[in-house]
C-alpha cells in the first residue's frame, strides 16, 4: 500500500514539475530579483548562482534546485559569520541568479561589484529608474560554470577584485589568465585523474568518452583522453556535442546509435553540464540504451534529477563529486525549512509550488523540507564565503582600513589558511586552487521498491590519488549486480600471453610468448626476455634454467651400450690374445697376422664409438669427431678383408698357372704366403682405402657445415630438460660414409664369392661372404630404424648400438671358426696337413686342366 502511494506520489510530482516547468518564469529575463542586507554592513560581499537554467525542451527557464540550496549554503555562512566574534562587523550580501546565461552572469557581476541595481520601473513622473546605486561588493562568490565564470573573471581581474568559485572546474581558469580567480573545488585535471582512476580500479580498458561543446566539456574531455592513454585505457567513441541548441536531437541520437552498436564498451564518461547531461540521458532512454555503466562529473554525479530515468539506462551510474560531509548546524536549518515558513530567499517558494506544497495545499507537505534536496557544492559556497571572511580578517588586523579596497583584499584572500568544515585544512595554491581537497564517489542504487537513490561510496584525495571504498559499502553496476561489467575489446591477456594490437591501438589479439619470453601477470604487457642460460617453462610464466641431458652410463641406454660394447670389447681383446699367443700356427699365419692384427685394433677402436656419445656435451667439434672416427675404423676394418680376399686369389692364381705348365712338385708355403702379400705392400690399400673417406668427410665437413641443435622436454614437475644433437648436413655425411664403407664391403663380398674354390686352410670367401651379409643387413636395418626414431638422442644410441652389433657380427663371422680351431682342434693346426690339402687342391685342380687341355 505504501510503495503504491508513493508511486503515486512520485508520478504526481512528475507531472507538477512539468506543468510548472511550461509556465514562463521571467525573473531572468524582465523582472530580475536580487536578495540582500547591506543596511549597516560594513562590507558587502556578492553572490552569483545559476538559481534558474533553460530548458531546451520547454522553451523556458526552470528552477535549479542545487543553485538554491547555494544561495542558502551563502545566507547560511554569512550569517555563522555575523554571529562569531570574528570582524565585529557586519557582513552584508548582495546575491543574483546568472540564471546559466553568460550575458547575464555578467552584467550581473557589473551591478553587484559597480553598485549599481538595474530598474526598468517608471516613477509618477514618468522618468525611467533605469539606474541606482547601492553598497558594492568587494568580492565575489561564483558562478557555477566554467563558461560564466570565465567571462565574471575577466571583468574582475581587470579591477583585481576577489572572485572564488564553488563549482567552476576548467583548467582554463588560473591566477595566470585571471588574476583574482581562486576556487574551492578541484579542477578538471583532478577531476579527470580521479575518472581514469576509477576506471583502472574496475578493470575496464575499452570505454567511451561523450562531452558537451563548452568551456567545461571540452577542457574534461582533453584531460580524460590524456590520464586514460596514460593508463593504457583505450577509448570507443569519442565525440564532443553541442547540444544547447533547438535542433541537437539528431546529433545526440547519431551518438547514441553508435554507442549501442558498440558492444564491447559498457563504460562512458559523459562530461557535461547537468542540464545538457539530462538531456543526453533522456535521448539514451528514449532510444533504450539499457545495461552501460555511465560514469557522471561533479555537475550531476549527486543530482535527483536523474530519478526521473528509466533505471534500465542510469542504475548503477558513478559519480564523481567534491568530498560530502555532515554538517550539523547546516542540515539542521535545512531541516526546519517547511512550506510553512516565510524566507528571505524569494526563490524558495517556488520550489514548494513545483512539488505542490505552496500555502500547505497538501497535508503531506509539512514534512518536506529543503534537506531532502541534493547538498552537493554547499560546503564549497560555505568555504568560499569563510575564505573571504578570513581574508578580511588579515586585512583588517594589518591595516586596519578606514574604507575596505577590494584591490588591497585579494593578497590576503589567496594567503588564508583555516580549519574549516569537517576539520579540513583551507588553503589555495599559486594557481587559486585549494590544497587539499578531494572527490566522494557516489553510486546510484535501487531499493528495495525500485525507487533511485545516491550513495557515497568512496573517497579519492588529490594526494593520495587512491579510491578507498567504505568499509559498509559496496558498488552495485549496471544489471543490478556486484560484479563489475566487463568493458573490453579483448579480455586481459592471461600468463604466459601478451597484446598484440592493432591499428587502433584499442582491441588486440593475446598472443603467445616467444620461445625465449614469458609473461608472468595478467595483462597487456610485453613478454620478458628470460636472461643468461635460463628459458620459460612449459607455461611461459617462470624463467627456469634447464637441465641438460646426455645419454647417461646409469641411464637404460647408457648401460645397454656399455654392456654391449665391453662385451665385444673382451672378445676382440681375448681374439688379439688368442691370435698372439699362437702366431706360429699355421692357421694364424694363413690368416696374414698383420693384417689381422689391424682388423681386430681397428675393431676395438669402433667398439669404442659409444666413448663419443655417452655423457658427452654435443659440440660442433664432437659431431665431427664422430663422423670422422667412424668412417676411419669402419673403413680400415672393411679394407683389410677386401686386400685379404684379394691377396689370396692373385696366390693361388699364380700358382695354378705354374702347375699348369709342369711345374706341379713345388707348393706354396705360409711363409711364401706372408712374403708375397708384403711384397705388394699389403698395407698401402688399407690406408689408401681409410685416408680416402677420412679427406671426403673433412671435404664434407667444409662445404656442408653440420650444426648443433637441441629440443627441450617439460615434465610434470615443471622442470625443463634441454637435449642437444647434430644437425645440418650431418645425417647427410653419416650416410655417405656408410655408402662408402658399403660399397668397399661389396667389392669385398664379389672378391670372396670369386675365391669360393680355394682349399679350406685358406679359403675364408664362405666366411667372408657370410659377415658381408650380416654387415649389409645391419645397415639394411639401420636406416629405417634410424629415421623412424624422432627422440635425437635415441637416435644417436640406435647409431652406437648399430656400429657394435654390424662389427660383433662380422668379427664374429670371421674369427669364431679360426678360435675353434686354434683351441678345440689343435691337430688340424699343423704345417703338414696344411700342406697336403694345398697339394692336393694344386694338384686336383692342374689334372683336370691337362685333360681338358689334352681333350
Excluded at 550580501?93 to 530598474?119: F, K, P, W
Excluded at 576548467?170 to 581562486?182: K, Q, V
Excluded at 514548494?352 to 557544492?377: F, G, M, Q, R, V
Amino acid at each position: 500500500m505504501l510503495a503504491n502511494f508513493r508511486k503515486i506520489f512520485h508520478l504526481k510530482l512528475l507531472l507538477s514539475f512539468i506543468t510548472s516547468s511550461l509556465e514562463e518564469y521571467d525573473g531572468c529575463t524582465k523582472q530580475r530579483i536580487e536578495l540582500s542586507d547591506v543596511e549597516n554592513a560594513s562590507v558587502v560581499i556578492g553572490g552569483l548562482f545559476p538559481v534558474h537554467v533553460f530548458d531546451q525542451k520547454y522553451k523556458t527557464y526552470v528552477l535549479n534546485k542545487p543553485g538554491l540550496l547555494w544561495v542558502e549554503a551563502m545566507l547560511f555562512a554569512i550569517d555563522e559569520i555575523n554571529k562569531s566574534s570574528l570582524l565585529h562587523k557586519k557582513i552584508g550580501y548582495r546575491i543574483q541568479d546568472s540564471c546559466n546565461n553568460i550575458e547575464i552572469a555578467m552584467r550581473s557581476t557589473l551591478e553587484i561589484t559597480q553598485g549599481y541595481v538595474h530598474n526598468d520601473t517608471v516613477n509618477s513622473d514618468g522618468k525611467c529608474l533605469c539606474e541606482s546605486f547601492m553598497k558594492r561588493a568587494i568580492a565575489l562568490v561564483g558562478d557555477a560554470a566554467s563558461d560564466t565564470s570565465a567571462y565574471v573573471a575577466a571583468i574582475l581581474s581587470s579591477s583585481r577584485i576577489t572572485q572564488i568559485s564553488y563549482s567552476a572546474t576548467s583548467t582554463n581558469l588560473n591566477t595566470d589568465t585571471y588574476p583574482s580567480f581562486l576556487r574551492t573545488i578541484l579542477p578538471d585535471n583532478f577531476q579527470a585523474e580521479a575518472i581514469a582512476d576509477l576506471i583502472v580500479y574496475n578493470n575496464w580498458t575499452y570505454v567511451s568518452v561523450i562531452a558537451c561543446d563548452d568551456d567545461y566539456g571540452r577542457v574534461g574531455f582533453s584531460e580524460s583522453l590524456q590520464k586514460l592513454q596514460k593508463r593504457g585505457v583505450c577509448t570507443a567513441v569519442i565525440k564532443v556535442l553541442d547540444i544547447k541548441g533547438e535542433n541537437d536531437a539528431n546529433k545526440m541520437e547519431a551518438v547514441i546509435k553508435k554507442l549501442l552498436l558498440e558492444k564491447k564498451s559498457n563504460v562512458i564518461v559523459l562530461w557535461c553540464q547537468r542540464p545538457e547531461a539530462i538531456r543526453f540521458l533522456k535521448t539514451a532512454e528514449k532510444l533504450s540504451l539499457y545495461n552501460k555503466t555511465w560514469i557522471a562529473t561533479e555537475t550531476y554525479g549527486f543530482s535527483n534529477e536523474l530519478f526521473s530515468i528509466n533505471p534500465n539506462v542510469v542504475r548503477g551510474m558513478l559519480g564523481i563529486i567534491p568530498l560530502q560531509f555532515k554538517y550539523e548546524s547546516f542540515e539542521s536549518r535545512l531541516k526546519s525549512m517547511n512550506p510553512s515558513m516565510v524566507y528571505k530567499n524569494p526563490w524558495i517558494q517556488e520550489y514548494w509550488k513545483e512539488i505542490n506544497c505552496d500555502n500547505n495545499s497538501t497535508i503531506n507537505c509539512l514534512s518536506h523540507s529543503l534537506n531532502e534536496l541534493p547538498k552537493s557544492k554547499c560546503f564549497e559556497v560555505i568555504n568560499a564565503v569563510q575564505s573571504i571572511a578570513r581574508g578580511l580578517y588579515s586585512y583588517i588586523e594589518s591595516e586596519n582600513p578606514l574604507a575596505f579596497k577590494p584591490q588591497r583584499l585579494l593578497s590576503y584572500v589567496k594567503n588564508v589558511s583555516f580549519i574549516g568544515i569537517n576539520n579540513v585544512f583551507i588553503s589555495y595554491d599559486e594557481q587559486g586552487n585549494p590544497k587539499n581537497a578531494g572527490y566522494s564517489i557516489t553510486n546510484l542504487k535501487q531499493d528495495e521498491n525500485k525507487n533511485l537513490f545516491w550513495d557515497v561510496i568512496a573517497a579519492w584525495n588529490c594526494s593520495s590519488k587512491e579510491i578507498k571504498l567504505i568499509s559498509d559499502k559496496k558498488i552495485i553496476y549496471s544489471r543490478f549486480t556486484a560484479n563489475s561489467p566487463r568493458s573490453s575489446c579483448t579480455e586481459n591477456c592471461k600468463p604466459g600471453y601478451y597484446a598484440l594490437k592493432f591499428e587502433s591501438l584499442c582491441c588486440w589479439e593475446c598472443v603467445r610468448c616467444p620461445n625465449d619470453s614469458i609473461q608472468p601477470n595478467y595483462g597487456q604487457d610485453y613478454c620478458i626476455r628470460c636472461g643468461g642460460n635460463e628459458m620459460p617453462n612449459k607455461g611461459k610464466i617462470k624463467c627456469i634454467t634447464p637441465e641438460r641431458v646426455y645419454i647417461m652410463a646409469n641411464s637404460k641406454h647408457g648401460i645397454l651400450l656399455i654392456l654391449f660394447s665391453s662385451v665385444g670389447f673382451l672378445l676382440v681383446i681375448f681374439i688379439i690374445g688368442t691370435f698372439y699367443k699362437y702366431r706360429e700356427t699355421p692357421i694364424v699365419k694363413a690368416s696374414n697376422i698383420n693384417l689381422s692384427l689391424m682388423q681386430l685394433i681397428s675393431a676395438l677402436f669402433i667398439l669404442m664409438l659409444p666413448s663419443f656419445c655417452i655423457q658427452r656435451d654435443t659440440t660442433i667439434y664432437i659431431c665431427g669427431g664422430q663422423l670422422i672416427y667412424f668412417a676411419c675404423f669402419n673403413s680400415m676394418a672393411v679394407s683389410v678383408t677386401f686386400v685379404k680376399a684379394d691377396c689370396l686369389l692373385k696366390i693361388f692364381k699364380n700358382s695354378k698357372k705354374s702347375r699348369s705348365a709342369g711345374h706341379l712338385t713345388g707348393q706354396p708355403t705360409p711363409i711364401e704366403y706372408s712374403h708375397c702379400c708384403f711384397i705388394i705392400k699389403e698395407f698401402t690399400p688399407v690406408a689408401v682405402l681409410s685416408l680416402s673417406i677420412i679427406v671426403l668427410c673433412i671435404v664434407f665437413l667444409f662445404s656442408f657445415p653440420i650444426e648443433v641443435s637441441s629440443y627441450i622436454t617439460m615434465r610434470k614437475d615443471a622442470t625443463i630438460k634441454m637435449a642437444y644433437y647434430c644437425y645440418g648436413y650431418y645425417n647427410f655425411i653419416l650416410f655417405s660414409t656408410i655408402a662408402y664403407i658399403s660399397l668397399i664391403a661389396f667389392i669385398c663380398g664379389v672378391y670372396a664369392f670369386k675365391a669360393r674354390n680355394l682349399p679350406e686352410t685358406h679359403n675364408e670367401s664362405q666366411l667372408t661372404c657370410l659377415a658381408m651379409f650380416l654387415y649389409f643387413l645391419s645397415w639394411l636395418i639401420f636406416v629405417p630404424t634410424y629415421f623412424s626414431t624422432s627422440d635425437q638422442q635415441q637416435k644417436l644410441v640406435v647409431w652406437c648400438f648399430m656400429s657394435n652389433t654390424s662389427t660383433i657380427c662380422f668379427f664374429f663371422v670371421m674369427y669364431a671358426p679360426k678360435l675353434y680351431i686354434i683351441l678345440f682342434r689343435p691337430e688340424e693346426n699343423t704345417a703338414a696337413l696344411f700342406r697336403a690339402k694345398i697339394t692336393e687342391f694344386v694338384f686336383t685342380n692342374s689334372t683336370v686342366e691337362l685333360k681338358t687341355y689334352k681333350i
